[in-house]
């Protein structure tokens, strides 16, 4: 056992060498700045990142722990904008009544990643930052049209999260950039939403397909809606033949079921070791199906 610890403790002493908690952005980013000749990595939950240190992926010199400045931690609304902030982590979504009332898909999808530590520890912030097409959150921000909050020493800016993933794992992040937030518009009367997914067990699977919908229905038809699917391209898809084949319809479970089938022309599935991409493809139907059938149920409820 004790052979095991020294094994342990050698092997995160490699992984970097010093280690800061910064109090507030402006000191997080002041660190970054005074070491540009140094691979500094931002951590808060570290559930990704600590793997991705042990496994050699990526590498550290420096990490600066961002996880308790104040105006990172709030889940907030201003008017119909509601702001998270990017060390809020899944727990804190689940039990959200903010997030129960006005984005609830995100309430669904925190409650299905990992066991109880994983959704105690992961952030939204990490979610975004490790840009997996397999991140459950990340369809449902997608759904919700969102938009990332990103901040330097100088200056702060804000783009949609769709043009901010630029490929597998890769961001439009600027070098002295942290990730502070993402808001989105609250859902309005007579919206809904939903999240599904299909692993290779019930509970604390990776995504095998994703699907995150919000659809709004006024006067009987649908007004909006946005479909957005996980783990079947490189990047998080928002199905624009099945949005496309919805918009001024009557909802039904028919309509629903010609929406999955449209959805899979707008995928790419590989197969890898949770599954094919023939079953990806089978699979996507169902689940777009269910989902939208779900956020109908829900328009009444707005949530």
């Given at each position: 056992m004790w052979m095991k610890f020294a094994q342990d403790r050698r092997l995160v002493q490699m992984m970097y060498k010093t280690y800061h908690v910064a109090q507030s952005i402006e000191e997080a980013l002041s660190l970054l700045l005074k070491s540009v000749d140094r691979k500094v990595r931002f951590i808060a939950g570290g559930t990704d990142l600590m793997l991705q240190l042990?496994?050699?992926i990526v590498e550290a010199d420096m990490l600066v722990d961002i996880s308790v400045i104040p105006e990172m931690k709030q889940i907030s609304q201003d008017g119909s904008k509601i702001?998270?902030?990017?060390?809020v982590s899944y727990s804190e979504m689940r039990q959200s009544d903010l997030l129960k009332k006005n984005g609830f898909l995100l309430?669904?999808?925190?409650?299905?990643?990992g066991a109880t530590q994983i959704q105690n520890?992961?952030?939204i912030g990490g979610n975004i930052g490790n840009a997996s097409p397999a991140g459950d959150i990340l369809p449902c921000l997608y759904a919700l049209d969102a938009e990332i909050a990103l901040q330097s020493a100088d200056k702060k800016r804000s783009m949609p999260l769709r043009r901010f993933i630029t490929g597998y794992r890769q961001l439009d992040?600027?070098?002295?950039?942290?990730?502070?937030?993402?808001?989105?518009?609250a859902l309005q009367p007579g919206m809904g939403?939903?999240?599904?997914?299909?692993g290779a067990r019930q509970a604390q699977a990776i995504s095998i397909v994703s699907v995150a919908a919000v659809l709004q229905v006024q006067a009987g038809k649908i007004s909006r809606v946005a479909i957005a699917l996980g783990s079947v391209a490189p990047t998080i898809v928002r199905s624009s033949s099945a949005e496309?084949?919805?918009?001024s319809e009557q909802p039904s479970p028919d309509l629903f079921e010609k929406a999955g089938e449209a959805a899979r022309d707008d995928i790419s599935p590989i197969d890898d070791i949770r599954g094919s991409a023939a079953f990806r493809r089978y699979i996507t139907q169902p689940l777009v199906s269910q989902a939208l059938e779900t956020a109908w149920r829900r328009t009444q409820k707005q949530i």
């Open positions: 042990r496994e050699r702001s998270i902030g990017a060390v309430v669904e999808a925190s409650k299905l990643i520890m992961g952030t992040l600027q070098p002295g950039e942290l990730i502070s937030g993402i808001s989105f518009e939403s939903s999240f599904v997914k299909f496309e084949l919805l918009l």
